[in-house]
């Protein structure tokens, strides 16, 4: 089967536009994971999605960012107003309750 | 504050031989553990998960080990190949049984031939 799928893999903004970027998870897995990481660094937890619980939103660095989860199933991490700052890998995870994280390959986002 | 620690230098050995990595925390009291390990430009790949009440848990030429009182986690890769250099990176779960995984910093292993 198809494993998480992460849109667009790579993505170069200017600085002060939003970017939108898009996790299509496996099937049936109740957990989605969003984090960051930058060039050389490990990775930054972001936001926690657990079924129909309200997301664990304490990693979002900044109220620049939001994410949300439609239907259960696909996320969206939207980013306000970029900043050089944001300029990193954005990597997607599924996991099915207590199980592994299933991880995507990653939105490469390019601030200039 | 909370803290997962992993060697930051990398490590190269020598084909052949086992490769260990640690992953040290502070002020958790995770339920699971898990490794993973990341390739350039990829996103992680699972590789072993262990739980509070195991002590060890082996996979082919893995092994890792847990230590809740030293609040320590040791990944050993034996008979390690050029194949295996890549970061390797300890993950785990925040408060014991939320799965909110946190990772450590990853540490790069080079295998020389």
């Known amino acids: 089967g198809a494993g998480v799928s992460q849109s667009p893999s790579n993505k170069v903004t200017e600085k002060g536009k939003d970017v939108e970027l898009r996790c299509d998870p496996i099937?049936?897995?109740?957990?989605l994971y969003w984090y960051r990481q930058r060039l050389g660094q490990g990775l930054e937890f972001l936001i926690y999605?657990?079924?129909?619980?309200?997301?664990?939103k304490s990693g979002l660095p900044s109220d620049r960012f939001s994410a949300e989860r439609t239907g259960g199933s696909v996320s969206t991490l939207t980013i306000q107003r970029t900043q050089q700052e944001d300029s990193a890998v954005y990597l997607c995870?599924?996991?099915?309750?207590?199980?592994?994280?299933?991880f995507g390959e990653g939105s490469r986002l390019t601030v200039l | 504050s909370q803290k997962i620690e992993q060697n930051s230098e990398a490590l190269n050995i020598q084909e052949g031989k086992t490769a260990t990595l640690t992953c040290n925390y502070t002020?958790?009291?995770?339920?699971?553990l898990q490794w993973y390990r990341q390739d350039p430009g990829r996103g992680p790949v699972f590789l072993l998960l262990?739980?509070?009440?195991?002590k060890e848990k082996r996979k082919e030429r893995l092994k890792v080990t847990f230590d809740t009182t030293l609040k320590q986690s040791l990944f050993h890769i034996t008979a390690s190949q050029p194949a295996d250099s890549a970061t390797y990176l300890c993950?785990?779960?925040?408060?014991?049984?939320?799965?909110?995984?946190?990772f450590g910093t990853g540490t790069r292993l080079k295998v020389l031939a």
């Open positions: 002020n958790y009291s995770p339920a699971y």
């Open positions: 999605f657990q079924g129909n619980s309200a997301p664990d």
């Open positions: 995870a599924s996991s099915p309750l207590a199980g592994e994280l299933f």
């Open positions: 262990i739980r509070e009440n195991e």
């Open positions: 099937s049936g897995h109740t957990a």
């Open positions: 993950a785990l779960d925040l408060t014991s049984g939320t799965y909110k995984y946190i």
